[in-house]
């Protein structure tokens, strides 16, 4: 079957997030690197916020470099996951067992960030959940944001997973219209989740409350 034909169907993470290795590696995305070359000198440990922190690479390699650091995901296996990587290196994460499509948060969050994980949401919910999101951020704190955008041009990914509807571009950073942006950019990438290598366009912002 064409790659641009495969069915829709639902990707089961707490599945995946059953083996022994870990599905999207350990290895954080370069969305990590980015927050921190933006967010500088990293003091008083600032409380993180990862959404869909999946098995915890991300999570925990801002932990590493001074957050305080806790992971939110609907996958029991994957926070599992996530505390064992944590203790393997040495590191205190927390972890929430939550959606990020009905979860209730409190306020007090210096950085939300989430790569990977918000075209979950459903276009009809995207609106009230940035919403949620930004109000229990802390004033000068920051999100660090990517999400999958839909390109003609590129097929489906093998791995694709109809419970993730992909943003338009350009939509991501509407949320942010009241914010300071300090980065915006769409770009396209390789990727090799799955096994099969494939494409993915992806949006990433990095904004700030003011």
């Known amino acids: 079957m064409p790659s641009d034909e495969r069915p829709d169907r639902e990707i089961p993470y707490d599945t995946l997030y059953e083996a022994k290795e870990y599905y999207w590696g350990k290895k954080p995305s370069s969305s990590c690197e980015k927050l921190l070359e933006i967010f500088g000198p990293i003091e008083g440990r600032p ?10 690479r991300n999570a925990i390699h801002l932990a590493k470099h001074g957050f305080e650091a806790t992971g939110l995901d609907k996958s029991r296996n994957g926070l599992k996951k996530t505390l064992e990587l944590a203790s ?8 929430i067992l939550g959606d990020i499509k009905d979860c209730r948060l409190a306020s007090g969050w210096d950085v939300i960030f989430s790569t990977g994980t918000i075209h979950y949401l459903p276009p009809e919910m995207r ?14 704190g ?6 999958f955008v839909k390109k003609p041009f590129i097929p489906r990914a ?12 350009g939509e991501l950073l509407g949320y942010y219209w009241d914010w300071e942006i300090l980065f915006c950019t769409e770009e396209i990438f390789d990727c090799n989740s799955g096994g099969e290598p494939h494409k993915h366009a992806v949006n990433r912002v990095v904004a700030r409350k003011v």
């Not at 409380?47 to 915890?56: N, Y």
């Open 158 to 169: 093998p791995d694709g997973n109809s419970a993730a509807p992909s943003f338009r571009s």
């Open 127 to 140: 609106e009230e959940r940035f919403a949620h999101f930004k109000e229990v951020t802390v004033g000068g």
């Open 142 to 147: 920051v999100h660090a944001i990517s999400v």
């Open 47 to 56: 409380k993180l916020l990862d959404l869909g922190c999946g098995e915890g």
């Open 88 to 95: 393997s290196v040495g590191l205190e994460v927390k972890t």
